[in-house]
């Protein structure tokens, strides 16, 4: 649709789009996983690397089938330090981020040796004084024994 007017004897012409408003695409999931995690900080690598794992312990269904902050399945518990400005809250969103990346990539890369980059994992943050705790699970055994053969690889070296 065109607009024109005269405004103080100058012809202004303008091309309305139908439905302009509504036009920019709405943000992607990256955009809504990603939205306050710096780039930088996207990776995990700081977090999840074995400088900053206290331990590490395999996760079976029966023992947590009544905590609801533990997905269901087996898979590792991934306990790291507590860091300054770094909740579980933050360690959250910064994993649904990575794994948003991920599938907008079509999956982790085939390189990856992150326990968090298994196919078919749900993943929930949880702290306690001076921890953050990462728990990886799933209800496919193949996966959940990858996730623990992954994890065990960070476990300190002491």
Known sequence: MKLSMTIAGVLV???LALGAVAAAPPPSAVDMACRGIPEAENHLAVLLSPDGVLRVEPLTGRE?????TVPTGEGARIVVAA???VTAAWLQQAVDCHLAHNA???G???ASRSPIDVSGTSIAVTAAPGTLTVNIATTDR???REVLARSMLLRPKR
């Open 13 to 15: 012409v303008s091309t």
């Open 64 to 68: 947590h089938i009544d905590d609801p």
């Open 83 to 85: 860091q300054p400005f």
């Open 104 to 106: 907008s990539a079509g």
């Open 108 to 110: 982790a890369a085939r």
């Open 142 to 144: 193949s996966a959940a």
